[in-house]
């Protein structure tokens, strides 16, 4: 036997739906709201009441929207699922036409109107359009608790002529009137409804043709509130860019210190094009992996541009009483509404429930001071309706569905939001510097220097006042002495953090010559290398293994170990060193020098290859052109330093997405312990090539004996 069968739905499918499908009360309301939206309401005001009694407390939702006619009403409303609103999008689309108010419609699945079934029981709906009668239904949404199928439950639904107007006197619109309601709302709740109201629109392009109030007769519940105009000049850093395609275009940061920030300036940065990349393992022909740089293109799929505007906050106590009056406010209002949020058509789109769709709050484990967490910034994250359709919301709301095309949104918005990060990790070291707990940045010895200027001003006992300053200054320098004790300490735990850094740097060496032919004297001296590396960073510690050494022969040794990545990322090495016959020696551990020219040239090659030049090169040279130094000089032919030189070897700052910004510090310190610097001359203080003026330029120098 064969016959066709259809699927009966039971009446309480419809609860069931509306308690799963939308996940809580504050975006049932938002729900609603945006539907209001989608009809071109110019304003929306929600209306609750007694609220804390389920039973006697009713939501009212009212807009001046276009309203509903009988048959929208009967054949799209009480559809859940309808493509009606998806049909009128890519047929707006297609035809380039937008509503009276230029919007495309938020909503495509048919299932805002759930909104209702999650936040109460009984439901009455008034609406009326342009030209037509009102109409109006009551739903009670208890008797869809039956057994009874979908179909054996009519709905009384009545057309009549225009009793009321809506909202602002408005002869069109809508309005939910909601109770029985499923729960009770607590202040907490109330206020969260209304930042997340206040949230719909970006704050940075607010929709002036779109308002949304709250009113609830328990005004107290919303006292003390701050919102987005009473803390956005607090903001120090600014960001504003566009992601288009595969690049960062018209990128402008900008730090703005308070006028009592007397010792910092305002610092501008603008970069016309970025190139968005990430760094990716490929496999070769002979089945090994390299690193490579893909970019991360947002033209792969239906996105369109991106526009990112960021501000971000220091909350360090001692900042924050320079200039803020409400510092408990301000952090408290960062902490619940900090984040960075997407926005379509400048209406929010509410991610996972949450504010951390980057994974800022895990990222900063890792880096506290130079990361960003929610709490610490304000973002905004705009997309276009009509050119984002890869970009699907889940029928949740809770964000959109993770696919390929989101996957890669995330990328793009993540490598942006680090190019900020690394700016506004520059500023952050002046700050701390001049700002921190102390100007000096030793809160225990300017606390000392506070209590000497005490004493001098009010003891005047001279041999009372000598004794004093005595133990202060013994104070202060066995304080010195711990810190720095502790500092070397620190200093060699970050070499031997970066040791494992530079056996990656080996063994992805080691890769490039064992598939090569003829390469068993490089791989040779690459093991030797590889098993003797952890001496050489104990030598820091240790003093052992100096000795005098030929630079000559030390740089041909460190370009004789990378010359395997040097030959597949082709870039050429120049040595104008090997034409002077003069025989250049110091004193020092050969391994660790030649662990920082390693490293230097390993950033090059990769910053030659992100500034994609044609005919990458390096040049190497030994020179007496910085005056009491021998130094060894070391350019390319890219695009140079994007961070200022003057803060380029502190601890983690860099520019280089992903990095961590150690290389150039440890290679300063290692210098220091040799006796001599780490300096960044300018082209003209040396002989170069006319081809490396606008590259980075590196002199390692030691003092001469």
Not at 230 to 239: G, M, N, R, T
Not at 255 to 284: G, Q
Not at 514 to 523: D, N, P
Not at 557 to 577: C, G, N, P, W
Request: charged letters at 30%; hydrophobic letters at 35%.
């Amino acid at each position: 036997m064969k016959e066709s069968i259809a699927f009966k739905p039971r009446a309480r499918l419809m609860s069931q739906l509306g308690e799963q499908l939308i996940k809580d009360e504050n975006i049932a309301v938002l729900e609603l709201i945006k539907n209001s939206y989608d009809a071109d309401a110019k304003e929306v005001k929600v209306t609750m009441q007694n609220l804390d009694d389920p039973l006697a407390g009713t939501i009212i939702i009212e807009d001046n929207g276009d309203g509903m006619s009988l048959d929208t009403v009967k054949n799209y409303w009480m559809e859940p699922g309808t493509d009606n609103k998806e049909k009128k999008l890519q047929d707006m689309i297609k035809k380039d036409i937008r509503s009276k108010l230029n919007r495309l419609p938020m909503g495509e699945k048919g299932i805002g109107r759930f909104g209702v079934h999650k936040l109460g029981n009984k439901i009455t709906l008034i609406t009326c359009s342009e030209g037509e009668d009102e109409v109006y239904l009551q739903i009670d949404w208890s008797i869809f608790d039956s057994s009874k199928y979908l179909s054996d439950i009519p709905i009384e639904i009545i057309e009549r002529p225009p009793t009321q107007k809506f909202l602002n006197n408005s002869s069109t619109g809508t309005k939910i009137i909601i109770e029985k309601l499923k729960t009770s709302w607590t202040r907490g709740k109330v206020r969260e409804l209304y930042r997340s109201m206040n949230s719909l629109n970006s704050p940075f392009k607010a929709i002036d043709s779109f308002k949304v109030n709250l009113d609830i007769d328990k005004k107290e519940w919303l006292k003390g509130l701050l919102e987005y105009e009473d803390i956005k000049d607090y903001s120090l850093f600014k960001a504003k860019m566009i992601l288009s395609g595969d690049k960062i275009r018209d990128y402008e940061y900008h730090f703005t210190p308070w006028k009592s920030m007397k010792k910092l300036d305002e610092r501008y940065n603008r970069a016309d094009k970025i190139d968005m990349v990430e760094e990716i393992r490929v496999k070769t022909d002979k089945g090994k992996n390299r690193k490579e740089l893909k970019p991360i293109d947002l033209s792969e799929y239906k996105i369109g541009d991106v526009e990112i505007e960021l501000l971000s906050f220091d909350l360090d106590s001692s900042i924050l009483k320079m200039e803020v009056t409400d510092v408990k406010g301000l952090k408290e209002y960062l902490k619940i509404n900090g984040g960075i949020f997407v926005y379509r058509d400048n209406i929010r789109i509410y991610s996972l429930g949450e504010n951390d769709w980057l994974d800022l709050d895990r990222s900063r484990v890792n880096a506290p001071g130079d990361k960003l967490s929610t709490n610490l910034v304000l973002g905004s994250v705009s997309i276009k309706r009509d050119a984002s359709s890869d970009l699907q919301e889940k029928t949740n709301r809770e964000g959109f569905i993770e696919d390929d095309a989101y996957d890669i949104f995330k990328k793009a918005v993540s490598f942006a939001v680090e190019k900020f990060e690394r700016d506004r990790a520059q500023d952050k070291q002046h700050i701390k510097k001049y700002h921190g707990s102390t100007s000096k940045s030793e809160p225990v010895i300017a606390e000392v220097d506070k209590l000497k200027k005490k004493v001098e001003k009010k003891i005047t006992d001279e041999e009372l006042k000598r004794e004093i300053f005595g133990c202060l200054n013994n104070i202060e320098k066995d304080y010195k002495h711990i810190t720095e004790v502790y500092q070397k300490s620190s200093s060699a735990g970050l070499s031997m953090s970066v040791v494992l850094h530079e056996i990656d740097k080996i063994i992805s060496e080691l890769e490039h010559a064992i598939v090569a032919e003829r390469a068993s004297e490089h791989v040779q001296l690459l093991v030797k290398r590889l098993g003797t590396l952890t001496d050489g960073y104990a030598s820091v510690v240790k003093s052992k293994t100096i000795k005098h050494f030929d630079l000559k022969k030390m740089i041909n040794q460190a370009l004789f170990m990378v010359d395997f990545r040097l030959s597949a990322h082709e870039v050429t090495i120049e040595k104008q060193y090997i034409n002077k016959q003069d025989e250049f020696k110091i004193k020092g551990n050969e391994s660790l020098i030649a662990s920082i020219i390693i490293n230097i040239i390993d950033n090059a090659i990769w910053w030659l290859h992100y500034a994609k030049i044609t005919n990458k090169k390096m040049f190497f040279d030994i020179t007496r052109d910085i005056p009491g130094y021998l130094s060894v000089i070391i350019a390319d032919n890219g695009k140079g330093f994007t961070i200022p030189t003057d803060i380029a070897t502190r601890p983690f700052i860099t520019d280089k997405p992903g990095g961590m910004g150690l290389g150039l510090h440890l290679a300063s310190e290692l210098m220091k312990q040799h006796g001599g610097d780490l300096f960044f001359p300018e082209f003209n203080d040396l002989q170069l090539p006319d081809e490396y003026e606008h590259g980075a330029i590196i002199a390692l120098s030691f003092k001469e004996e």
